[in-house]
């Protein structure tokens, strides 16, 4: 380590002040996904500070070039050795000078894979390993793990079969066509990578199991049943009959690994059917829970789970930030985990006891048809929420009239009010906070000199409503509603333009041109390769408008499949007719909280609406995706925002201190290094979310003295 690098390094471990050892960190790395390797999003460099961050300029700009309609970079790219690795839109994996931008190398996956344009998801960034010479990117697009050697770009031949591991299989599972990718990237503890995966939200999806690989080979090396199997503990929190065809309980937000203890916290989604859990009935260990695994064996440790039996969608949506605060005169070692819900749960990290109370408190009883919802849920009585907890009567956008009748209007047989209210058979609820949360999964940021959390969250009503699954004698229909219902609405019209409607495809397609679509995915529709030629034969019938061939004979069998007997209508945020957010503002947070009390420390909104600003309406906030990074020079970097800016904020008071147009909305976390003494920031611009789509990655630096 530089002589620098010591005394800024130093600067963090005075904040441990204490008899007790503070852990051996180096808060000047960005080696991984969260910035050192404890994921904290947190970096010790100082040259860029409060009384120079308004100096701050374009140091360079990296073009990917193969930015599409609606396609997104959500990467927050590595630094190693003065490289800096990042991920293209189309999942290329790049190498470049990280203090000029020249590329070094660039890998396309595909050349190896086939299928150019076939859907692999986004991605959020890779993983780096390093024994000796032997130097590693291990990445993932669609369901391939691939290692790359990080000098040259070029595929590790002895790794798995060619350089690649396919993620559908070794499952514990009969079957392997499921939809699999992993958009955030696996955490590495000595020789393995640690693995989660995004899935399918309906009841096709496969078990959300978490397995640790060998870097070296490929090989699986040991495997976490999040769905446990019989005789497993938590087996009893499932319906017996049902269990080895529910799927989820996944990680897709990333995890995080206490080196030092050997310890990785995995975060969890909830179980398919996300809405309807008659086919569940129980708590539904290890779904919604953070779950601390022997990151050598794979052993359960402890686990807590945050939602019982969720019928809201309130997966973790970010992997956990490891803390050290002081409580009661005495440093603790903890683990902290924001949520969907707007909340924080915090814990020691080798017992799981709460540093706070988490105590169950009773909540609304299900009505649904088949549904035996918890009585209680676990709500931490501190640190306070980031972000209003509940949506009431007078949090009805009234900034116009006009707009105040409209949304007044869509609420006539709502349920309000209520934050754990469930999904209703004849009503819709609103869900507040929506479900992007809240906490999504940019994460927070942990200062260690402070003990400060900063998150980012969206403040925005959604609406849930169900319906009978009264298409069982319309296989097509039933289909379509299993696989395509919960993004483009039963009505099929969608909500354009992150949605597109599926109405009046048969002008724009034939079936061998929808079959195409449909096996390859695009944009941020995922490929259905994995579901039957029949089942999609019927389903193309279906959405050209054969509803005469929806219920061929020979898919007669598919009524016996398991489909949820209710749906929900499909994903809606609470909106005006233009668009305009259904609650007052702010719609975007930023939320500073003291972690040595639980308190806040400030918050402000996040993000502005120039529209509205022209008309008085200012300090709005604005819906927001991606993470937030402290430094010790006094800074709280952001992006995230759809108003496609980059932000500095005074970490200890919210003061706005500069600000920075993009070429498209960062809809990612920022990350800062240092290459020959000079400091960066740099963010992914990739746009997506509804505003339009970007290829840049932009760094910022101060000017060079003269």
């Not at 319906?239 to 989820?248: E, H």
């Not at 005006?576 to 806040?600: Q, R, V």
């Not at 400030?602 to 120039?610: A, E, V």
Request: aromatic share 10%; net charge negative.
């Amino acid at each position: 380590m530089t002589l620098k690098k010591t005394l800024v390094a130093l600067i963090c471990l005075l904040a441990f002040s204490c008899t007790e050892k503070a852990p051996e960190i180096d808060f000047t790395d960005w080696s991984q996904y969260g910035g050192p390797e404890d994921g904290s999003r947190y970096s010790a460099l100082t040259q860029i500070n409060k009384e120079n961050v308004a100096q701050l300029q374009v140091a360079w700009t990296y073009h990917t070039g193969d930015a599409t309609e609606r396609s997104q970079i959500q990467c927050q790219p590595i630094v190693k050795n003065g490289v800096l690795f990042g991920t293209t839109p189309k999942l290329n994996v790049f190498a470049l000078d990280a203090g000029t931008g020249e590329e070094l190398w660039r890998f396309d996956p595909f050349e190896i894979l086939g299928g150019e344009n076939s859907w692999a998801g986004t991605n959020r960034g890779v993983s780096y390993w390093e024994s000796g010479e032997d130097q590693r990117i291990l990445f993932t697009a669609g369901n391939w793990l691939m290692a790359l050697n990080a000098q040259t770009g070029e595929p590790i031949s002895d790794f798995g079969d060619q350089g690649k591991v396919d993620l559908r299989k070794d499952l514990d599972t009969d079957l392997e066509d499921f939809l699999i990718v992993s958009n955030s990237p696996g955490v590495v503890y000595q020789d393995f990578l640690i693995m989660g995966m995004r899935l399918s939200e309906g009841l096709d999806a496969a078990p959300g199991h978490i397995r640790a690989y060998n870097i070296r080979t490929g090989k699986r090396e040991w495997i976490f049943h999040t769905i446990p199997q019989e005789g497993e503990f938590g087996h009893e929190t499932w319906d017996s009959k049902y269990i080895s065809q529910i799927g989820g309980a996944n990680n897709w937000a990333g995890m995080t690994v206490d080196q030092a203890r050997g310890i990785v916290f995995v975060p969890t989604g909830s179980a398919t059917y996300d809405f309807w859990g008659g086919y569940r009935n129980g708590d539904n260990l290890f779904a919604n829970s953070l779950v601390a695994l022997d990151a050598k064996t794979g052993k359960r440790i402890w686990h807590f789970q945050a939602v019982h039996h969720d019928v809201w969608d309130r997966d973790f949506p970010a992997n956990p930030n490891l803390i050290r605060i002081q409580k009661d005169g005495k440093w603790i070692d903890a683990v902290a985990q924001i949520s969907k819900q707007g909340m924080t749960y915090v814990f020691e990290r080798e017992t799981g006891k709460p540093i706070w109370p988490i105590p169950e408190t009773p909540v609304t009883k299900s009505v649904m048809p088949g549904e035996i919802s918890s009585k209680t849920q676990p709500i931490p009585s501190l640190p306070e929420p980031f972000m209003n907890m509940v949506f009431e009567d007078k949090d009805v956008l009234n900034l116009k009239p006009e707009w105040e009748a409209d949304i007044r209007n869509q609420l006539q047989n709502a349920i309000i009010g209520d934050t754990w209210a469930p999904p209703h058979p004849e009503k819709p609820i609103v869900l507040f906070p929506g479900m992007d949360g809240g906490g999504e999964w940019g994460g927070a940021s942990f200062d260690p000199e402070t003990q400060t959390l900063y998150v980012n969250a969206n403040q925005i009503p959604w609406l849930i409503e169900m319906t009978p699954n009264a298409s069982f004698g319309n296989v097509g229909q039933s289909i379509y509603t299993n696989y395509c219902g919960n993004c483009h609405g039963l009505d099929r019209k969608g909500n354009p333009p992150a949605l597109p409607s599926l109405l009046g495809l048969k002008e724009k397609y034939t079936a061998d041109s929808l079959d195409q679509l449909l096996r390859k995915g695009r944009g941020a529709m995922p490929a259905f390769a994995h579901i039957s030629s029949e089942e999609r034969g019927v389903l193309i019938d279906y959405l050209l408008g054969k509803a005469d061939l929806g219920d061929k004979k020979e898919m007669e069998a598919e009524s016996a499949k398991l489909y949820p007997r209710y749906y929900m209508k499909g994903y809606k945020r609470l909106t005006t007719k233009d668009g305009l957010y259904g609650s007052n503002p702010p719609w975007g947070l930023l939320t500073a909280l003291d972690m040595n009390t639980g308190k806040k420390k400030w918050q402000i909104p996040l993000g502005s609406i120039d529209s509205l600003a022209a008309q008085g309406f200012e300090n709005t906030g604005i819906e927001n995706y991606g993470g937030p990074v402290a430094t010790a020079g006094g800074i709280l970097f952001i992006a995230a925002t759809k108003d496609e800016k980059i932000r500095a904020f005074d970490k200890e008071t919210g003061e706005l201190l500069w600000e920075a147009k993009l070429p498209a909305a960062g809809h990612a976390t920022p990350a800062v290094y240092e290459k020959n003494g000079k400091q960066f920031l740099v963010i992914a611009c990739g746009g997506g979310k509804g505003t339009k789509s970007g290829d840049a990655y932009v760094a910022f630096a101060l000017p060079d003295s003269k």
